[in-house]
């Protein structure tokens, strides 16, 4: 008798969705660049998380991390700013379309040397966005010259020595009023998977500074962002795992060495302690600890900070439900009475 054999199908997810309608072009970066890794993540992230693609706006500054979002999720809104001006892009698409789910990319040299203006303000609005920077502490789109967050005493190919201090982007963020914010490695594949799920369930300005080993200006011996660095340094906070609401397991964990934090859509991050007395929804204390950590020289990373009750952005400015891009004319342009009325008033 003769049997017949089906091969499966690619796996879908709950919007019947395969990987590879997250996936985007090929990439242009070095082999074993750190971003490439960063937007493999993203991709699994968005793929697992169940989101539409056509939901999400993806933006971008200049730099090879900025070109990264030609590489991943190919069917999404994409702009490519201005070098440090992405967040004003970023603020200007949300306010448009509250419905859309904002992916900022962005380079340590886009974010805090010539964007950092524009970065300060991105963080003190809790925008939903989430605000990811490669870091890999020079631009290596103009050759590797150091940017704002290499480190003290780090050193570059040619032998120079950075002799500046550098901007902790995350201290930065908590200080100015980001409400999740952690820093991970493009190596540190777990790490990085969870927490950007969890990312995905938050809505406010999530705030990711993720180390991204830059292979051809930034490897080397006496850097502080190369993956040797990193794996010989790497001092996690947590080990983070993340339940999606719509998966609904109940896995126990213990209060007592655990932390566990609801996210705005029912999902729960879970963040097993490493450091007992470290408490992430404690603002003072993260930035106490970040700035401990540069006095001990730790490459420290995890979840430092999140604030599932703050308002965002869009709630604080009243935003109609329904989008201002969808909103019919008729409504987003008063009549003339209505402007003769508002004259009236101003009599
Ligand atoms: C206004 C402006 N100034 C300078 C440049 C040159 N430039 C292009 S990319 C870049 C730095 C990119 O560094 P980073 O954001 O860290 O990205 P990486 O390439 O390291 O991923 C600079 C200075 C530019 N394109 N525009
Ligand atoms: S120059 Fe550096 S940052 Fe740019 S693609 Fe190559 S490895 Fe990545
Ligand atoms: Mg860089």
Redesign the pocket.
């Given at each position: 008798m003769a049997t017949t054999t089906s091969t499966p199908g690619p796996k879908t997810n709950r919007i019947g969705l395969a990987v590879i309608d997250y996936k985007g072009g090929r990439t242009t970066l070095c082999a074993g660049c750190g971003?490439n890794a960063i937007s493999e993540r993203i991709i699994d992230a968005m793929f697992e998380m169940g989101v539409p693609p056509e939901r999400v706006a993806k933006l971008s500054?200049?730099?090879?991390?900025?070109k990264s979002p030609a590489y991943f999720m190919g069917r999404s809104h994409s702009f490519n700013a201005?070098?440090?001006r992405m967040p004003s892009v970023a603020t200007g698409a949300m306010l448009a379309n509250r419905n859309l789910l904002a992916l900022g990319v962005?380079?340590?040299?886009?974010?805090a040397?010539?964007g950092v203006g524009q970065f300060v303000h991105l963080m003190r609005r809790n925008l939903p966005i989430i605000y990811i920077i490669?870091d890999?502490g020079?631009?290596?789109?103009?050759k590797g010259q150091f940017?704002a967050t290499a480190d003290l005493g780090s050193k570059l190919k040619t032998g120079v020595i950075n002799d500046l201090p550098p901007i902790d982007t995350c201290a930065m963020a908590i200080t100015l009023g980001a409400t999740f914010v952690g820093r991970s490695f493009s190596g540190d594949k777990k790490q990085l998977h969870s927490m950007m799920k969890a990312a995905i369930a938050h809505r406010g300005t999530v705030m990711l500074d993720i180390v991204s080993p830059?292979v051809t200006f930034n490897d080397h011996e006496g850097s502080t962002k190369s993956y040797k660095y990193m794996k010989d340094h790497d001092e996690p906070l947590q080990e983070i795992s993340f339940v999606p609401a719509f998966e609904e397991i109940d896995v126990e964990y213990d209060p007592g060495t655990s932390i566990e934090v609801t996210m705005h859509d029912g999902s729960k991050l879970r963040l097993r302690k490493l450091e007992e007395d470290y408490d992430p929804t404690d603002r003072i204390k993260a930035i106490t600890r970040l700035h401990e950590a540069h006095e001990k020289g730790e490459a420290l990373t995890g979840v430092f900070y999140v604030n599932t009750k703050a308002p965002n952005f869009i709630e604080m400015l009243n935003m109609t439900d329904e989008p201002l891009a969808t909103l019919p004319e008729s409504v987003v342009r008063p009549g003339r009475e209505v402007l003769e009325q508002v004259m009236e008033e101003l009599r």
């Open positions: 971003h500054g200049i730099g090879c991390s900025s201005v070098h440090g962005s380079g340590d040299g886009d974010t040397s010539i490669d890999n020079v631009y290596g789109l103009t940017s830059c």
